[in-house]
């Protein structure tokens, strides 16, 4: 059972999300965090992939612009099938995680449509590892468009910890939620979710 797989394996690689300790979050300048702008209303915050309250729920939308300016609209229910994935520039489990999806990427592919859409979120600008350079020396190829510097965009999605990867059908709505590493078998399930639509499968029939 693909979905049970990918629940355990993401609860048993969770990162806490670890905000404060005296930092300061985002970015005054605006380099690193942008502008957003949530369209429709929030999802339950992610407790666990079994049995997720968001499943079937419709997802936000929402504006956003990349690191070089431009704006991108982000409207789940176009046709278009979303892996939204949160990343934290200084979260140790998301720099592991990031090459591996880049390598999968390169090698298989994304389905014809669906997009990736990776957010950076979370930003601590003393944590290093900017999030602009960050993606750039991974080569990550995706869409990846910037959070607010209080994360609006995380919030409206149930964000709780990192990585966190939001799957939502081309009717727009959640399919699945998984916080932490995707093992291969996982990443192929949630681009296959992506291009689904209307009733999910659950229990034995999540295959």
């Not at 499943?55 to 990349?66: K, S």
């Not at 727009?172 to 291969?184: A, E, N, Y």
Request: hydrophobic share 45%.
């Amino acid at each position: 059972m693909v979905l049970a797989l990918v629940g355990a394996v993401a609860l048993a690689l969770v990162a806490a999300l670890t905000l404060g300790g005296g930092d300061e979050v985002g970015d005054p300048v605006g380099l690193e965090t942008g502008s957003v702008t949530v369209v429709g209303g929030p999802l339950p915050t992610f407790e666990e992939t079994i049995n997720d309250a968001a499943v079937g729920l419709p997802a936000p939308g929402f504006d956003a612009t990349t690191f070089d300016g431009r704006t991108v609209k982000v409207r789940p229910g176009d046709g278009t099938g979303y892996v939204v994935a949160f990343f934290a520039h200084w979260c140790p489990h998301c720099q592991a995680e990031m090459p591996k999806l880049v390598e999968w990427i390169n090698r298989d592919g994304i389905p014809s449509g669906v997009e990736v859409v990776a957010v950076s979120t979370a930003v601590y600008l003393d944590r290093g590892n900017l999030p602009r350079a960050w993606f750039a020396a991974e080569g990550w190829s995706e869409l990846v468009v910037r959070d607010s510097d209080g994360s609006e965009v995380a919030e409206a999605y149930g964000l709780r910890s990192f990585p966190y990867f939001v799957v939502v059908g081309t009717d727009g709505r959640v399919r699945v939620r998984i916080s932490g590493g995707l093992p291969p078998e996982g990443w192929a399930y949630a681009l296959d979710q992506a291009t689904r639509s209307g009733a999910v499968p659950t229990g034995a029939d999540a295959t």
